[in-house]
């Protein structure tokens, strides 16, 4: 789900990276074009399990590869060689502090561990009132808090390692609400890429890499999202599509 404070004018070009980080753990990396008329922040829901801490989310810095998302589609030539590749299977209560807020290249980052913590965000980055009411697969989430700037259009890629609630799963955030309403429907424009390791049959109806990433990605740039020795997976969400999140 990718969600924002405040309307935006547009968002395009999302594109989402996805793999299991160990320990019950993912790694994940955001990017997307946008423009918006004010600052305001993106909101990423994520599963994780219940009670998590407010130190739970590692963000990691990628100021310095930009190029993260460009290096992986060049993992995936156009057009995808057949034999190279294969679709696989109040008043009296003191006011809570606040949340720690972590300098993440270009922007800042907060990490909001239920819905009642978003009292503790600046009020600019809070989410439309009444919001996760119409939400409720949400409730018992924790999110990622993006602050983004109104003169940026885009921003280099968003990343961070979380607790997942069902290790068994890749999450991709792919919900949408642009303009602080829920829509049954919604249009997309996304790229989503995945590792999975040994467990090919989780990535059916995927594309596959003719390569290892290690020939495409710079790996040491990435921080350990990527892992050099295996294979990357894509697969696109285009048109005006049912709103909700993925899994793998």
Known sequence: MCCFSRPVQSVSATKIFSRDAGNGKQFLVYSMTYRAGEDLAMVLPLPTPPGVKEDAVQFVDLHEYEGFFRDLESGFPQPVAVSRSRSIPANSIPAPAQLAVVSVGSFEASFVPTVKDFARLD????????????????????????????SATSVHPM????????????????????DGKVHDKAGFDHSLYCQVGHEHSRAQGWIESPELASSFVNVAKSKGIIDGGAHCYKRELHGNLKNQDTYL
């Open 123 to 150: 009020p600019r980055f809070r989410m439309p009132e009444g919001i996760w009411d119409k939400l409720p697969q949400y409730k018992q989430a924790s999110f990622a808090v993006f602050k983004l700037k109104q």
């Open 159 to 178: 990343a961070f390692v979380f607790p997942r609630a069902d290790a068994q799963k890749l999450f991709f955030p792919t919900v949408h609400i642009h």
